[in-house]
């Protein structure tokens, strides 16, 4: 009877109730399944889509035109990669990305800044800096990631709307600033481009630096990473901190992109999904563990998706439909102990 | 015992029995936790349960409470006799109600809502709780356990002889004769210990049963109307309190002496690596020490009196005041940072919840510590995996870590061989203090023999070591002194020969001659 020892006279809470933190070892398909799924899907799904649109799907042309429509994404989800190692959500950036992509159209319309690579270098700083505070108030004021960023992201919204006066700036953006969005190099555009540069560095930093290292560390047992001697307090602050700073950078290239400067409603479209991108890439290789290869897995897996039932003609309600049920199969395969505990 | 001799009350000349329980036995794989067990409780008495850790006593209450099941034996609550098993709620229905040290209350809640959780509130009609009947039942309760605050006050706000006397009002709503209170005392004050057994005593006279479990043996003498000692799970005997007194109390929960073999070797000890003076913390009250190099120092006590304060005070895991030096140098002890970086280490007790990194590497795990040695530079940090790797493997080899590769996850490991990994991972540090918190809990008997052996050879290599345990012969086994505290006072020590069980048993308890 082993659910006798949950409770015991007129004792709702039982001392004994404690768990092992140790994940079931899973073999056989399911556990095969849990590691490759992710990918094999991405797989099938370019067959299914190559086989039913061969004129169309699977060209260069349309390789490059996914790519390019999941990069700001594919960025935003990147940053967001490091805070979810450490097991901290960070809903500010939406609001981050449409911050960072109106006011450096702003600066450079107005004649504030005239010089393109300052304006965009500054506005990372920017960035940077709110991500900092955020992570002060998660790491020395003990609230939640969840909840402070939250917040955040609303005052940035708030920011963003009384800097712009609701104005969206439409002209005087030099198109030196254009190119971020526009621009190609060979046959890469330049989003795209941005979007593989940043997933090299942040791999080789969540790989192959201390810092990164940690990370994974402090994500899988905090108490054990402070007893070792890690500084676990500073973490949050340079991971919100890239996060914010990859976030304003996708902003800035919707808004290259467009060649306007919305300031409301950029970033927004892409939180969830940006979410969804990192927690299929969990379920990637390594289960319920966060990773920049995986995250470029789900970026591409929604992307094609997308790209692939649009080019079929399947109505839009069915991507949603699609890529909810694909986020809830790779997320119970992975076994995801993070999630289901929230 | 004379049944005439029991100041419970009387139902017709004859005592009033509360609970029964006959030849109580209890199996866990290899080993006996109750054998032939009796014990009882008569309406109207206190009832002292006492015994060392692991002597029976939490299986003894699960098996009343109806927790665990009984190989053999029965168990009679009030009117209702129950064999090998039955249900928790059996046994609330009966009467019984247990009073946990800790977890009882729902902090958020308010006093109302917890003293009626187990028995639901009144209700109006339908779904409506009737708010006023459920205040005025509780403030009935509360004042039959003597407690004046407002039911409407929320747990959390309330001191822990207050939260003590809701969960006894609380057992009261649900109608219970027998109340088990496991160490309510632990968190109490004197003068709120004085509240605690004025009620007990009021209540026992309008005819509740309370069964008592303590370590204070103080207080056994003050409140107990009867002392029940078991030892090994078995019954060792019950006394009135007027029979023993606390030296005899103490040689029957230790026993005889334990024989044990220890080949002790002659140890040459240098000079002082570790020297605490005058340490303070909210339990310590000045603790002097001195540990030499290959010295290794054991610190004892009970739960809660000073030993794993002692260690947590001095790796910063609690604020704490006086000086701590370690060769010769002033130690800051304000986190646990700091704390390493003056030179100490810690295996801590709670494995899983301090120290193991389930998901990580058994590599990784080793060189948690130390991944400052293998970074290239101070700006990019990058990692020299490879020297990691290396030095990862030979100390997972020094220690003969059972592990498929050095890239497993450390939660496929078993107890003994995650053990090991954190104890490299503190040796990669060269540390100068080793402060290690029973390192051999939750590990199988090869793997505890092998880190016996492991913390001799830290001592030997010229560190110090602090070694405290929750099982008491460890002490005699790996120590060359023990320190017994008392209170958060140093009380006695014990050097060489003389560290047997049970002469470390008998000092915690506060009995000076061994």
Same mark, same amino acid.
């Given at each position: 009877m082993p659910n006798r020892a949950a409770t015991t006279p007129s004792e709702?809470?039982?001392?004994?109730?404690?768990?092992?933190?140790?994940?079931?070892?899973?073999?056989g398909f399911v556990g095969w399944a849990s590691r490759f799924g992710t990918i094999a899907s991405l797989l099938l799904f370019v067959i299914v889509f190559s086989v #039913?649109?061969?004129?169309?799907?699977?060209?260069?042309?349309? *390789?490059?035109?996914?790519?390019?429509?999941?990069?700001?994404?594919?960025?935003? =989800?990147?940053?967001?990669?490091?805070?979810?190692?450490?097991?901290?959500?960070? #809903?500010?950036?939406? =609001?981050? =990305?449409?911050?960072?992509?109106?006011?450096?159209? $702003?600066? #450079?319309?107005? @004649?504030? +800044?005239?010089?393109?690579?300052?304006?965009?270098?500054?506005?990372?700083?920017?960035?940077?800096?709110?991500?900092?505070?955020? @992570?002060?108030?998660?790491?020395?004021?003990?609230?939640?990631? *969840? +909840?402070? &960023?939250?917040?955040?992201?609303?005052? $940035?919204?708030?920011?963003?709307?009384g800097i712009s006066k609701s104005q969206t700036v439409l002209s005087g953006i030099p198109n030196s600033f254009l190119i971020l969005g526009q621009g190609t190099i060979g046959p890469v555009p330049a989003p795209v481009l941005v979007m593989a540069v940043l997933a090299l560095l942040l791999w080789v930093f969540l790989t192959f630096t201390q810092i990164g290292r940690n990370m994974y560390a402090i994500g899988g047992n905090a108490e054990a990473a402070r007893l070792s001697g890690i500084a676990v307090k500073r973490y949050p602050l340079i991971a919100l901190a890239i996060s914010a700073g990859t976030a304003s950078l996708a902003g800035m290239a919707v808004a290259a992109n467009l060649a306007v400067g919305r300031p409301q409603g950029v970033g927004d479209t892409y939180l969830l999904d940006a979410f969804a991108a990192c927690f299929i890439g969990a379920a990637t290789l390594r289960p319920g563990r966060f990773h920049i290869g995986g995250t470029v897995i789900g970026v591409l897996l929604i992307g094609v998706i997308n790209n692939?039932?649009?080019?079929?003609?399947?109505? &839009?309600?069915?991507?949603?439909?699609?890529?909810?049920?694909?986020?809830?199969? =790779?997320?119970?395969?992975?076994g995801f102990v993070l999630v289901r505990k929230r | 015992m004379d049944a005439g001799s029991m100041s419970g009350r009387l139902v017709d000349g004859r005592p009033d029995m509360l609970l029964t329980v006959v030849g109580a036995v209890k199996d866990y794989p290899g080993q006996r936790a109750l054998d032939h067990m009796n014990f009882d409780l008569v309406a109207g008495e206190v009832h002292a349960l006492l015994g060392e850790n692991g002597a029976g006593k939490s299986t003894l209450i699960k098996a009343i409470s109806g927790a665990t099941d009984l190989n053999s034996g029965s168990v009679k609550i009030c009117?209702?006799?129950?064999?090998?098993?039955?249900?928790?709620?059996?046994?609330?229905?009966?009467?019984?109600?247990?009073?946990?040290?800790?977890?009882?209350?729902?902090?958020?809640?308010?006093?109302?809502e917890n003293v009626l959780l187990s028995t639901g509130l009144p209700r109006n009609w339908g779904p409506f709780i009737d708010r006023r009947a459920a205040r005025e039942r509780v403030r009935g309760l509360l004042h039959r356990v003597g407690l004046d605050v407002s039911p409407e006050r929320t747990v959390s706000e309330l001191g822990p002889h207050q939260s003590a006397m809701v969960s006894i009002a609380k057992a009261l709503a649900a109608d219970a004769r027998v109340i088990v209170l496991d160490e309510p005392t632990t968190a109490l004050l004197p003068a709120e210990v004085d509240v605690l057994f004025a009620q007990m005593r009021r209540l026992a006279s309008e005819g509740i049963g309370f069964v008592f479990v303590t370590h204070r043996l103080g207080e056994v003498f003050r409140i107990a109307d009867r002392i029940t000692v078991m030892r090994d799970g078995r019954l060792i005997g019950t006394w009135l309190p007027g029979e023993l007194d606390h030296d005899s109390l103490v040689d029957h929960l230790v026993g005889p002496d334990k024989a044990m073999v220890v080949g002790r070797k002659e140890v040459t000890v240098g000079g002082p690596v570790l020297s605490v003076t005058g340490l303070e913390s909210s339990v310590l009250k000045g603790i002097d020490l001195e540990v030499r190099e290959g010295e290794v120092l054991g610190v004892a006590s009970l739960p809660g009196e000073g030993a794993p304060e002692v260690m947590e005070a001095l790796f910063g895991l609690t604020p704490s005041s006086g000086e701590v030096r370690i060769r010769g140098r002033v130690a800051k002890l304000t986190s646990p940072r700091a704390a390493i970086k003056s030179g100490f280490a810690l295996v801590p007790r709670d494995r899983l919840a301090q120290a193991v990194i389930p998901e990580l590497s058994v590599a990784d795990n080793t060189t948690l510590a130390v991944t400052g040695d293998f970074i290239t530079d101070p700006i990019f940090r990058f990692f020299r995996r490879r020297r990691a790797l290396a030095a990862a493997r030979s100390m997972t080899e020094q220690l003969r870590v059972k592990t498929p590769s050095l890239q497993t996850p450390m939660a496929t490991l078993s107890g003994g061989n995650q053990q090991k990994v954190i104890i490299g991972r503190w040796l990669l540090r060269r540390a100068d203090v080793y402060l290690l918190d029973s390192p051999t809990s939750a590990v199988d008997v090869h793997a505890k023999s092998e880190i016996y052996g492991f913390v001799r050879t830290i001592a030997e290599q010229g560190a110090a070591v602090v070694f405290t345990s929750t099982e008491v012969e460890e002490f005699a086994r790996v120590c060359d002194r023990v320190v017994v505290l008392s209170g958060g006072r140093i009380f006695g020590e014990l050097i060489g020969e003389d560290i047997t069980v049970n002469a470390v048993m008998k000092m915690s308890f506060g009995r000076k001659n061994a």
């Open positions: 709702v809470t039982s001392t004994e109730s404690t768990s092992s933190r140790r994940p079931s070892k899973r073999g #039913l649109k061969p004129d169309i799907f699977p060209t260069s042309l349309n *390789f490059f035109n996914i790519l390019n429509q999941v990069s700001i994404l594919g960025i935003i =989800a990147l940053g967001l990669t490091l805070p979810l190692v450490q097991g901290l959500f960070d #809903l500010s950036i939406g =609001a981050m =990305a449409t911050l960072g992509g109106f006011i450096a159209t $702003l600066w #450079l319309s107005d @004649g504030t +800044i005239s010089n393109t690579i300052l304006a965009i270098g500054l506005v990372i700083v920017v960035s940077l800096i709110v991500g900092v505070v955020s @992570g002060s108030i998660v790491s020395y004021g003990g609230i939640s990631a *969840f +909840i402070t &960023t939250l917040a955040i992201g609303s005052v $940035l919204n708030g920011a963003v709307l692939g039932l649009s080019v079929l003609g399947v109505a &839009t309600f069915w991507q949603y439909i699609v890529r909810g049920v694909l986020l809830l199969i =790779a997320v119970l395969g992975a | 009117d209702r006799e129950f064999s090998e098993s039955h249900t928790p709620e059996e046994a609330i229905s009966a009467g019984l109600s247990v009073v946990y040290q800790t977890g009882n209350l729902v902090q958020d809640l308010s006093i109302v």
